[in-house]
């Protein structure tokens, strides 16, 4: 944030919650978690996630009503909105955005035109950060993240392929993006990342809670096994963090968490001292 009225608790808030989630990360970047046996779970989870021959809207459909309903996990709408591209419409279907405006969302646009306004400088920066990041990125992972990215998005796993192996180019990214986040010069991103590990790890840990029970045992490496297919511990992909339908909710939140300074009333007058 560009604004030096800002306080610097407040500014500061991003970048230690990306040290904690980052500390969290090293101690356990060496395990792989898979959702089930099967071979092509090793790195997305496939088994546990819809496989093609659905649209996006049918695969988030799918996902849901299993793991609300027909798994008994009983798992909440909000946890895994959290943890996916997936939305719950005011109609009672799921769908993918197609934007953070898209008018099936509840409630409507995530910002409002004013909101959008007060938002914009933060916005401006944090684009600039993002694009700084990917310019940091040599030719090789360039290759490797255009090997996984899919044009099409996804239900659940948004714009990835469903048959490449994410690890290797997840972990390099992985890497690269701590380097880059511990910049003071990325304050901004570093808050928004932050934001968002911490949001999609709570609604895991709000699945995880829901399915670890003892009458549910055999789904426990299935539902353990979504965090790694979703990659919830890993910083989010580039086309991620660009997500209007990501950025806006970060820019809802910071307005509304005294992040951005409300704008002046211009019908005020300022008080004669």
């Known amino acids: 944030m560009t604004d030096s009225t800002t306080p610097r608790k407040l500014r500061n808030d991003g970048r230690i919650t990306f040290i904690v989630v980052l500390a969290c990360l090293l101690v356990i970047g060496g395990l792989r978690v898979a959702a089930i046996g099967a071979p092509s779970s090793k790195d997305q989870g496939a088994a546990a996630i819809p496989t093609p021959?659905?649209?996006?809207?049918?695969?988030?459909?799918?996902?849901?009503?299993?793991?609300?309903?027909?798994?008994?996990?009983?798992?909440?709408?909000?946890?895994?909105?959290?943890?996916?591209?997936?939305?719950?419409?005011?109609?009672?279907?799921?769908?993918?955005?197609?934007?953070?405006?898209?008018?099936?969302?509840?409630?409507?646009p995530i910002l409002t035109g004013d909101e959008r306004a007060q938002t914009s400088v933060l916005r401006e920066t944090i684009l600039k950060q993002i694009d700084g990041l990917q310019r940091q990125f040599?030719?090789?992972?360039?290759?490797?993240?255009?090997?996984?990215?899919?044009?099409?998005?996804?239900?659940?796993?948004?714009?990835?392929?469903?048959?490449?192996?994410?690890?290797?180019?997840?972990?390099?990214?992985?890497?690269?993006?701590?380097?880059?986040?511990?910049?003071?010069?990325?304050?901004?991103?570093?808050?928004?990342?932050g934001w968002l590990m911490a949001n999609r790890q709570a609604a895991f840990a709000d699945f995880e809670r829901s399915c670890h029970r003892d009458d549910l045992k055999y789904l426990w490496v299935a539902c353990d096994g979504i965090g790694g297919s979703l990659s919830v511990i890993y910083p989010p992909w580039p086309w991620e963090l660009t997500s209007s339908l990501n950025l806006d909710a970060y820019l809802k939140w910071a307005l509304e968490n005294g992040k951005i300074p409300a704008a002046a009333d211009p019908t005020s007058r300022p008080t004669a001292g």
């Open 53 to 108: 021959g659905l649209t996006a809207n049918q695969k988030c459909g799918t996902w849901a009503q299993y793991w609300t309903t027909e798994s008994g996990v009983g798992a909440s709408e909000q946890a895994l909105e959290g943890m996916s591209n997936c939305r719950l419409g005011a109609g009672g279907t799921w769908f993918v955005p197609n934007s953070s405006a898209d008018s099936r969302l509840q409630g409507g």
């Open 138 to 193: 040599p030719n090789s992972l360039n290759k490797k993240i255009a090997t996984i990215f899919s044009s099409t998005d996804n239900g659940v796993i948004g714009h990835l392929k469903t048959n490449q192996p994410i690890s290797d180019t997840r972990n390099r990214y992985t890497r690269l993006t701590q380097a880059v986040l511990m910049d003071p010069a990325n304050t901004e991103l570093a808050d928004y990342v």
